[in-house]
């Protein structure tokens, strides 16, 4: 099977040539695709050719896809933003469910263009360039993008010569110096202390005007000839606050974030009733699940109530996306749903331990368009998905639930399946006086409950929709309205609004960015601790070390905290970090968990924390009891401090002499024996006293000469 906007390659006369899918029409064994390294026009071919082709290797299929592009959004300039809308302006309406098929027939393209000609007063070559630039650069509406990154000297400001920077001036003044790093930071700070204060709409005029009269002038407002040289004219500031501030950072600034989301934000999409196949249409809503879950880490430990996000293709019913977890209705949690329906769903039901085959859920691709409540859908967050991955976002007006009906009705479906099994589970009667608490019956986990609304959207995907309309095209090709055969259906005789984007790229425009910190260490991230082969490479460890910490951004996915994502800076790629290996505790663990795990330890710390001090205290007790001792059982001495002192040496011999007897190590069968020998070998009280030992004998000699 192949999609449209894949890529694939094969060799002719010694060349590799690598083409990109446009259209497929499976019902005339068509397949539109274009050489993506060359200027020229679509082709078509036969479409049972070419998958004969990738079945015996002539042709492969590669996902290294040269004109993926990641964009920042925030970095674009306003040109940049409006060569795009310009040229969508242009050839959009070129590429609608009606007009697009006529598009790859050379006669029909003519048409098109020139109807485009009239309505826009653009050239036929200008047109054409358009869509060649569309189609070879993945047909996302970032192709339009100019290349201003391969140009030289972007975002650098330029270096003072012997020549004035700028043009010439007109009219003489002393106002209007070069503009130096001082002016540039005193700038600044009016930009932000006027310009961009909520709810003041101060005037560029007025804000320059303060500026003058804070940093450039003297007493009683006079103007000093010394600083006034130095000070921006009006069209320098006005410049500076234009080309260093955008536009969106602004009118947030000025409007505040809640009415710039309403009012000031792009806003594509449009509502639309109808669908026209697979693909053209999903709908995303999120619910909070009737059931109770415990800890993955803790079984004893009740963690709530999981927030389920289901993603549905309206035309078929089928479920495109998923995500259960603890993120309530958010941004976040939406972001892990659509990140779900580019997913190999084989792959997804193996993280899961659950086997499928690649046909009982083959969906993974992105829609035409997606419908969504106003609510995490409608934020500037949706600027990539919009602009990155060319997908329409459309709202649902408020308190219309029912503008949702197909995916609002699945979530009945969930719970109407859940309930009569699982332990957990809250029924109507919660919380009233006399009912059981259904907090404590919880027994599933969150790996648990995914697993179960996996079996019930297979389950779901083979089931058939009585309520279904089929139209006249399905009757006559005898469809049963199931999911899975509604999906099938549709991809071979109304495809079209699906497309693939590989998985990495999609995740990468969801995943939410946030700030890292570079450290001798590692790159700390939420208390724990990455490295990837560039910051090895480069020697960024080393020179935290030398030079200190400075921080970077990332993207990273709150499901498993492995590994986290740096940004290329050309938008070409990323970079891999992993978690260290001492923090193997941590590996595969979703941020919910790893909270978790923190806190039992803390918990667990304390406790023998409290218990420590206890100790400690018993001992101190016990130290205190020895010290008091020793100073009762001191000695007082008649002799002097020094010769006291002399005395050192020969005390120490001493008392070495006696810790050596009791330090010697004689073991129990040699104690017996010295026992038999002295009652053998003691004398009698006839013969005298028994001798001394002779080293005791040296020793007190030595005392006895020093006394002398």
Not at 103 to 116: A, F
């Amino acid at each position: 099977m192949i999609a449209k906007n894949e890529l694939i390659q094969y060799d002719h006369q010694g060349q590799s040539i690598t083409e990109r899918i446009l259209f497929i029409d499976e019902a005339n064994d068509t397949v539109v695709a274009i050489n993506i390294s060359l200027q020229s026009l679509p082709v078509s071919k036969t479409l049972s050719e070419v998958l004969q082709s990738l079945r015996n290797g002539e042709m492969r299929k590669i996902s290294d896809d040269p004109w993926i592009r990641i964009v920042d959004e925030t970095s674009l300039s306003d040109k940049e933003k409006q060569i795009r809308a310009r040229a969508w302006e242009i050839i959009g309406p070129m590429f609608t469910s009606d007009n697009e098929p006529y598009l790859y027939d050379p006669i029909m393209r003519g048409k098109l263009v020139r109807d485009t000609m009239n309505r826009c007063g653009v050239a036929k070559m200008s047109i054409y360039r358009l869509l060649k630039r569309y189609w070879h650069r993945g047909m996302t509406m970032n192709a339009f993008l100019p290349d201003y990154d391969n140009s030289g000297g972007r975002g650098k400001r330029k270096t003072k010569g012997d020549k004035k920077l700028g043009r010439p001036r007109k009219y003489p003044s002393i106002i209007g110096g070069e503009i130096d790093e001082k002016t540039r930071k005193i700038m600044d700070v009016c930009i932000v202390r006027f310009l961009l204060k909520k709810g003041k709409k101060v005037k560029i005029k007025d804000a320059y005007d303060m500026m003058m009269l804070n940093y450039f002038t003297g007493e009683n407002a006079q103007l000093d000839y010394d600083e006034i040289i130095k000070a921006p004219t009006l069209d320098q500031f006005t410049k500076y606050f234009r080309n260093e501030f955008k536009i969106s950072q602004v009118t947030r600034a000025r409007e505040g974030e809640t009415n710039y989301a309403q009012n000031f934000r792009a806003i594509t999409g449009t509502s639309q009733q109808n669908t026209y196949g697979p693909g053209h249409r999903f709908q995303i809503d999120a619910t909070v699940a009737d059931i109770y879950l415990l800890a993955e880490a803790d079984r004893k430990s009740i963690i709530g109530r999981p927030v389920l996000y289901i993603v549905q293709d309206v035309f078929s019913r089928m479920v495109t996306g998923m995500y259960v977890g603890l993120e309530g209705p958010s941004w976040i949690g939406a972001m892990m749903a659509l990140a779900n329906t580019a997913t190999d769903k084989v792959a997804f039901c193996a993280d899961c331990d659950i086997a499928i085959k690649h046909e009982q859920w083959p969906s993974r691709h992105l829609p035409e368009t997606i419908l969504a409540d106003r609510g995490e859908l409608e934020g500037y967050n949706v600027e990539s998905l919009i602009y990155g991955l060319h997908v329409v976002v459309e709202n649902t007006a408020p308190y219309r639930p029912d503008w949702k009906g197909a995916v609002e009705r699945f979530f009945r479906t969930i719970h109407d399946r859940v309930r009569p099994e699982v332990p957990g589970f809250i029924l109507p009667d919660y919380r009233k006086r006399g009912q059981p608490d259904y907090r404590l019956d919880a027994t599933m986990t969150l790996k648990d409950f995914t697993q179960l609304v996996i079996g019930i959207i297979l389950m779901h995907n083979e089931e058939v929709i009585s309520s279904y309309e089929c139209d006249a095209e399905m009757v006559a090709d005898g469809l049963i309205p199931t999911p899975l055969e509604l999906w099938n259906w549709g991809v071979k005789n109304r495809s079209g609004s699906l497309h693939i984007i590989p998985e990495d790229i999609v995740k990468l425009y969801l995943l939410p960015m946030d700030k890292a910190l570079v450290t001798p260490k590692g790159i700390k991230f939420k208390k724990m601790y990455y490295s990837c082969e560039k910051a090895l490479m480069e020697e960024w460890f080393d020179r935290a070390r030398i030079k200190g910490n400075w921080s970077i951004d990332i993207c990273f996915d709150y499901r498993n905290m492995t590994y986290i994502y740096i940004k290329d800076e050309h938008g070409r790629g990323y970079t891999i970090c992993r978690m260290l290996e001492r923090l193997d505790k941590y590996l595969g663990r979703s941020y919910e968990d790893i909270l978790f795990l923190d806190e039992l330890e803390l918990t667990r710390l304390k406790g023998k924390s409290d218990q420590g001090l206890q100790n400690r205290l018993k001992r101190l007790k016990q130290s205190q009891k020895i010290i008091e001792n020793a100073l009762e059982k001191k000695a007082e001495s008649s002799e002097s401090d020094s010769k006291r002192v002399q005395g050192i040496r020969d005390n120490r011999q001493v008392e070495k002499e006696r810790n050596r007897e009791k330090e010697a190590f004689i073991l129990a069968d040699a104690q017996i024996q010295d026992i038999v020998s002295d009652s053998l070998n003691r004398p009698s009280s006839v013969q005298g006293a028994p001798t001394k030992h002779p080293r005791m004998l040296a020793i007190l000699k030595q005392v006895q000469k020093g006394e002398k």
